[in-house]
């Protein structure tokens, strides 16, 4: 093989190697990384683009701005505020949320709070309440900056 015939292979490679990393990144794209809030006391602002988000520790200030797929919470006593999630599930108790819109509701601790302004497509959201005096209801929110 000539010099010339293997560079033109080596540059071909290269090409379609290229090619393929930006199709994997152009797949990604309005998709989130999942995060994970499994620390105690913690205040973070999360951009949801599409994530899954699950809250597990205690004592946290959660905002989470854009939309998010999932937003699971396991974890006692956390505040959170959230612009846009197809679905909350929360196990955990004592849980303070806000929601502007949302799809589906589902709650199976105690002593939750979960307040919703709108849900998706201008119906209300799917709401299951087990546990003991959780409160689901509509009202009124501000805004996650």
């Not at 679905?87 to 919703?116: C, F, H, K």
Request: net charge negative.
């Amino acid at each position: 093989m000539n010099p010339r015939s293997a560079k033109l292979i080596v540059v071909t490679i290269c090409v379609f190697m290229f090619a393929g990393d930006l199709s994997h990144e152009g797949s990604a794209l309005g998709q989130g990384k999942d995060v994970t809030i499994s620390n105690d006391d913690q205040t973070t602002t999360i951009d949801c683009t599409g994530s899954n988000v699950t809250v597990s520790g205690d004592d946290n200030n959660v905002t989470l701005k854009g939309e998010c797929r999932n937003l699971t919470v396991s974890g006692d006593d956390n505040n959170i505020n959230a612009m846009t999630v197809t679905e909350v599930t929360v196990s955990g108790d004592d849980n303070n949320i806000r929601v502007e819109t949302v799809a589906r509701i589902s709650t199976s601790g105690d002593d939750n709070n979960i307040t919703w302004k709108a849900g998706v497509g201008g119906k209300p959201p799917d709401i299951s309440s087990g546990g003991d005096d959780n409160k689901v209801k509509q009202g009124n929110l501000i805004r996650a900056k």
